[in-house]
C-alpha cells in the first residue's frame, strides 16, 4: 500500500510537470510513464483482490469493477499515443470512455449490496435489471454520430474535441453516474455504521471526502496534477480498500482452518453455548460446563486453568497449563524458606527505610504547598464560616473563594512540579493563569488570555510568575471589570503584563510583588512582571 501510494504521488508530479518542460521527447517519456503507472496500479489492485477476498459475489464484483477500471485508463492511453492524429478512431475511443464509466457505477453497487451478505442467500434479482439501461445508454453513445443525442457536433465534424454541445443523454448519463456512485457509498457507510468497525467508520468519511474535493478541484482546474478519470478511479478503489483495512469488507477468509491447525488449546463458542470453532489441542470442559463459564476456573491438580473472554456473538476459551510455572514456584518457595533470619532482616530494614524516604519526601511537599497558599486557605475558610446564601454580598464572597480556590489547586500543582523538574513551560503557567480567569469570568469580569510561544523557563520564575499574577488580581478582583493578560518572551527575559479596567485599588501600586511595575493611564491599571529565562529572580 506504501509502494502504490507512493507511485500514485508520483503520477501527479509528472503530470504536473508534464507542460512546464520544452522537451517533446521528455514529454512522451513522463506520458507514458504516467500511463503505465496507473494501469499497472489498478492491475496489481485487482490481482490483489482476487486473492485476499474469499466472498466469491464480493470478489467478482470488485474484480470486474477493476478491469473496467483498466479498460478506462487503457483507452485514454491509445486515444492519446497510439491515435492521435486519426479523428475517427480518436472520436470512437472517446464514446469508448463511458462504456466503463456507465459499468463502474453499477458494479460498485452490486459490490455495495453484496457486502456483509451471506453467500448462501439468492442473488439480489432486482440488480441484474439495472444492467439493461447500462447497455442501452453504451450503445446510444457509441452509435452517437448517427443522432448526436449525447454530442452535438458542427456540420462533417469540424473541431468534434473542441466545439460540442452536450445533450440530453450525456446529462443522463452523468445522473446515472453520480446516483448510483452516491447509493454505494451511502450504502458502505450505512453497513459500516451498524458492523463493528463503527468506531473506524472516520477514516473512510475523511478520505472519501479528501477524494470527492480533488475530483472538483480537478473538474473546476484549480490543480492539474491529477485528471478527473484517475481521480474517479481512486475513489471507487479507496471506499472498498478502506473497507476491507477497517474490517468491513472480510479478507483471507481462512482463519477457521488455522484457528484448528493451531498449537493453542482454545475454542470459540457462540452465545447457545455451542461450540463454533476448536483447536485441535483444545482440553476443555463439557459442553455443559460451558455454558455461563467464567475466567480462572482452575483443575483439581492445580496444573491446568480455564479462562474465558467475551467476545463479539459469543466466548473464545482457552486452556493454561500451569504444571511448568507450578513447579518454578515450588522452587521459589523452598528457596524463600531457606533463607535466614538475617537476610529477612536486612530486606525489611531496607524497607523500611525506603519507606521512611518516601515519606519524608512526601511530607516535604506537603509542607512546601502548605507554606505557598496557607494564607489563601485561611481567607477562603475566614469568608466561608461567615458567608450565608442570604448576605447580599453572597455572590462576591462565591467569585473570590473561586478565584482563590483556583489558586490553591493551581500552585499546588506547580509545587509538586518543581519537586520533580527544574524546567517549565509557558504551558502550564498558562493553563494556571487560564483557570484563574475563568472564574473571574464567572464572577462578571470579561477576561482574555494571550500566549506567545512556548518557552522552557526554571521552574522557580513559573512559580513567580502566578504568584504575582494572583498577587495582582487579587488586591483588585471586587471591582474589576475587565482584565487581558499576556504572557511572552521578549529576548532572554519572560514577561507577563495585566491590563486591568475597573475602580483601581491602591494596594496594587503601592506594595507591588517583587520587581513588579504598576501603572495607571486614565483609569485604566498597567501591570508588569519582567524575568530573565531560567534564571532566578
Not at 478503489?237 to 488455522?258: A, D, K, M, T, W
Amino acid at each position: 500500500m506504501a509502494v502504490a501510494a507512493a507511485l500514485f504521488l508520483l503520477v501527479g508530479i509528472l503530470q504536473f510537470f508534464d507542460d512546464l518542460i520544452p522537451q517533446k521527447a521528455v514529454q512522451h517519456i513522463m506520458s507514458l510513464a504516467t500511463h503505465f503507472i496507473l494501469i499497472g496500479l489498478a492491475i496489481f489492485w485487482a490481482i490483489s483482490i482476487y486473492d485476499r477476498i474469499t466472498q466469491k459475489r464480493l470478489r467478482r464484483a470488485i474484480v470486474l469493477l477493476a478491469m473496467f477500471i483498466v479498460l478506462l485508463l487503457f483507452l485514454r492511453f491509445i486515444k492519446y499515443k497510439l491515435f492521435g492524429t486519426n479523428e475517427i478512431v480518436k472520436r470512437y475511443l472517446w464514446y469508448a470512455y463511458y462504456i466503463p464509466q456507465t459499468a463502474i457505477p453499477l458494479l460498485m453497487l452490486f459490490a455495495a449490496c453484496y457486502v456483509g451478505r451471506d453467500e448462501r442467500k439468492p442473488v439480489i434479482g432486482w440488480l441484474k435489471w439495472l444492467a439493461i439501461p447500462a447497455v442501452v445508454m453504451i450503445l446510444l453513445i457509441m452509435t452517437n454520430d448517427l443522432h448526436e443525442w449525447a454530442f452535438d457536433f458542427n456540420s462533417d465534424f469540424v473541431n468534434w474535441d473542441t466545439d460540442y454541445k452536450h445533450g440530453f443523454l450525456y446529462y443522463l448519463n452523468i445522473a446515472w453516474q453520480v446516483i448510483l456512485s452516491v447509493l454505494s457509498v451511502g450504502i458502505v457507510f450505512y453497513k459500516c455504521k451498524i458492523s463493528q468497525c463503527r468506531n473506524r467508520i472516520w477514516a473512510l468519511i475523511v478520505g472519501f471526502a479528501v477524494c470527492v474535493a480533488l475530483i472538483i478541484l480537478s473538474f473546476f482546474g484549480v490543480i492539474r496534477s491529477y485528471n478527473v478519470p484517475e481521480l474517479f478511479s481512486l475513489t471507487y478503489v479507496f471506499v472498498f480498500e478502506c473497507s476491507i483495512q477497517i474490517g468491513l469488507i472480510p479478507s483471507n477468509g481462512n482463519y477457521p482452518r488455522y484457528f484448528k491447525l493451531s498449537n493453542i488449546s482454545a475454542a470459540i463458542i457462540n452465545e447457545k453455548g455451542e461450540i463454533a470453532f476448536q483447536s485441535d489441542n483444545a482440553c476443555l470442559p463439557s459442553a455443559e460446563e460451558l455454558k455461563g463459564l467464567k475466567s480462572g476456573i482452575v483443575s483439581v491438580d492445580g496444573n491446568t486453568v480455564i479462562n474465558a473472554q467475551d467476545i463479539s456473538g459469543g466466548q473464545i476459551i482457552w486452556s493454561d497449563d500451569l504444571t511448568y510455572i507450578n513447579e518454578i514456584n515450588a522452587k521459589i518457595k523452598e528457596i524463600q524458606d531457606n533463607l535466614n533470619e538475617e537476610n529477612e532482616l536486612i530486606r525489611a530494614e531496607n524497607e523500611l527505610k525506603e519507606q521512611q524516604a518516601k515519606i519524608e519526601e512526601t511530607q516535604k511537599i506537603y509542607n512546601n504547598i502548605e507554606s505557598a497558599v496557607i494564607c489563601q486557605i485561611a481567607e477562603i475558610e475566614r469568608i466561608l464560616s461567615g458567608a450565608s446564601a442570604d448576605d447580599a454580598d453572597f455572590a462576591e464572597k462565591m467569585k473570590r473563594v473561586g478565584v482563590l480556590g483556583a489558586y490553591v489547586k493551581r500552585r499546588s500543582n506547580l509545587t509538586v512540579i518543581a519537586e520533580k523538574e527544574k524546567r517549565s513551560s509557558f504551558t502550564e503557567v498558562g493553563l494556571c493563569i487560564k483557570e484563574s480567569l475563568d472564574y473571574l469570568e464567572v464572577g462578571g469580569a470579561h477576561c482574555a488570555f494571550v500566549r506567545s510561544g512556548n518557552e522552557d523557563i526554571s521552574t522557580e520564575n513559573a512559580l513567580l510568575l502566578y504568584d504575582g499574577f494572583e498577587y495582582a488580581i487579587e488586591n483588585i478582583m471586587e471591582n474589576i471589570t475587565d482584565l487581558t493578560a499576556y504572557l511572552d518572551a521578549i529576548d532572554e527575559f519572560i514577561v507577563m503584563r495585566l491590563v486591568m479596567e475597573g475602580k483601581r485599588n491602591a494596594a496594587v501600586k503601592k506594595n507591588p510583588y517583587g520587581n513588579m511595575i504598576v501603572t495607571e493611564d486614565d483609569g485604566t491599571v498597567f501591570v508588569n512582571l519582567r524575568l530573565p529565562k531560567g534564571a532566578e529572580r
